[in-house]
Each structure stands twice: as C-alpha cells, then as structure tokens.
C-alpha cells in the first residue's frame, strides 16, 4: 500500500482527538478537517443535536454516506490531518491514529469543556450536566455507532485497536506529549 501523507485520528469521546489534530496539523502545517464538525453543520442544518442526528443515523444511511464520502473525499489529498471514527477504513493510506479514554475520565473532561465550548452544548441537548449522564451518553452514542458501523460497512468495532498504527491512552498524558507522540509516530512510519 502506498503510504500518503495523512495522518487519520480517531478515539473515544473526550479523548482529545480534534485538540490533538489541530496541533498536530498546526506543526507540520498541514491542513486539518474534521468530520464532527461536517456532522455538526449537517445537524445545525436540520435544526437538530447532534444526538439526534446520530439517533436519526440508525434508520436513514444516508447520513452516514454523507459523512463518509466526504471523509472519502479528504483522502484524494496530501498533507493534511483528519480527525474522524471512520479515517482509518475510508483512507488505509493514511497513518491511522486511536486515542483511547476511559469513558470515567472522559465524563469528567466532556463537563468541563463544556464550559468553554459551545458545540458541548448543542450536541447535548442540555443534558450534559453530570458526569453520570454524560457517561450514559457516551456508552449510547459509542453502541449507535458500533451497530450502524457493524451493518453499512461489517467493521465489528471501530475502536479495536488492531486497526491503527498507533494507540494512545490520553488519561494521563498531556495534550503536547499526545500531538509529539503521534508527530515522531508519523515520521517514523513515512520512511519505513
């Protein structure tokens, strides 16, 4: 397989996976795209969360197909990072990133960026304000994605770690130290 220069990541919820491309994408300067922010427009669009339009996901495939060729798309280019659940199948070329979390500390990072960020916000529907909800909405979400991953395209779990290059736990490490991991990772992987 021909190895191109992008870097797909991917991981849990509040793993650090848009924060850690844009760094990521800042220092080699390469462009950044993100599919949660496609499904975020393409949810705004429709006057809805963005629990609602993966709830709506489950029964109308053609949300995903829209997710999906657009992340289809990102790959016909060079020298950008994606963040996206799904990079690592629709661009294999790309250097395929999984930040893990467990969803205990994910819950906890989810209630307090939702201070500071207002797509935590829309994308809750106003039920984000615990840890315990957020941790339901994490294992709600993670299941509607599996199941509807599992019949469009027969990956059985798109967190399994044997489908990326690297794998990460950011519970303890800092978001500088994830973006340097994956950027000397990269490197290594492009001249092998």
């Not at 020298?79 to 294999?92: A, T, Y």
């Not at 790309?94 to 990072?109: G, H, N, T």
Request: a negative charge; aromatic letters at 8%; one cysteine or more.
């Amino acid at each position: 397989m021909n190895k191109k220069h992008i870097i797909t990541i991917s991981g849990k919820l509040g793993s650090g996976k848009s924060s850690t491309a844009k760094i990521v994408a800042n220092t080699l300067s390469y462009e950044h795209f993100s599919t949660g922010v496609f499904m975020r427009v393409m949810a705004e669009k429709r006057g809805i969360s963005l629990e609602e339009l993966s709830k709506m996901a489950e029964n109308d495939p053609s949300i995903d197909f829209e997710i999906d060729n657009y992340c289809r798309s990102l790959g016909e280019r060079e020298n950008i990072v994606v963040d996206s659940r799904l990079g690592f199948h629709f661009i294999p070329e790309s250097f395929k990133v999984f930040l893990e979390l467990d969803p205990e500390v994910a819950s906890k990072r989810i209630l307090e960026d939702k201070k500071n960020n207002p797509n935590r916000h829309t994308e809750a529907n106003g039920s984000f304000d615990t840890p315990e909800k957020i941790k339901e909405k994490i294992i709600l979400r993670l299941e509607s994605e599996r199941k509807r991953y599992k019949e469009l395209y027969g990956i059985e779990d798109q967190t399994d770690h044997k489908h990326f290059d690297l794998v990460i736990d950011t519970k303890d490490t800092p978001l500088e130290e994830v973006a340097g991991i994956v950027i000397n990772k990269y490197k290594e992987w492009l001249i092998k």
